[in-house]
């Protein structure tokens, strides 16, 4: 069993910055997707980025390109998403999540396995 779990939430000010963590335990995958998503108050869960877990292809919602950076530390099983510039529509849970459906396939669906959420609230 796979089991993701994130840190890093908090609360900070417009314009701040957060770094999210997902620790990875359990059976690891040579190949497939790590990803991130969050969930609003009242909105359905988006996705927000995603990376390959071999080699360096990253993919990023529109809503976050240019603010957020996701990368990873395979050898520490590792995910995290930088976040900058934040603003207060970027207050949600953040789930980290994981695929074993390689890149070829849309990026915003298709996970196997979810972490318990972070909270990120951004004051304006």
């Known amino acids: 069993q796979v089991q993701l779990v994130e840190s890093g939430g908090g609360l900070v000010q417009a314009g701040g910055s957060l770094r999210l963590s997902c620790a990875a335990s359990g059976p690891t995958l040579s190949s497939g997707v790590m990803g991130w998503f969050r969930q609003a108050p009242g909105k359905e869960r988006e996705f927000v980025a995603a990376?390959?877990?071999?080699?360096?292809?990253?993919y990023y919602a529109d809503s976050v390109k240019g603010r957020f950076t996701i990368s990873r530390d395979n050898a520490k099983n590792t995910v995290y998403l930088q976040m900058n510039s934040l603003q207060p529509e970027d207050t949600a849970v953040y789930y980290c999540a994981a695929r074993t459906a390689g890149w070829g396939i849309s990026l915003d669906t298709g996970y196997n396995y979810w972490g318990q959420g972070t909270q990120v609230t951004v004051a304006s």
């Open positions: 990376i390959r877990r071999s080699g360096s292809s990253t």
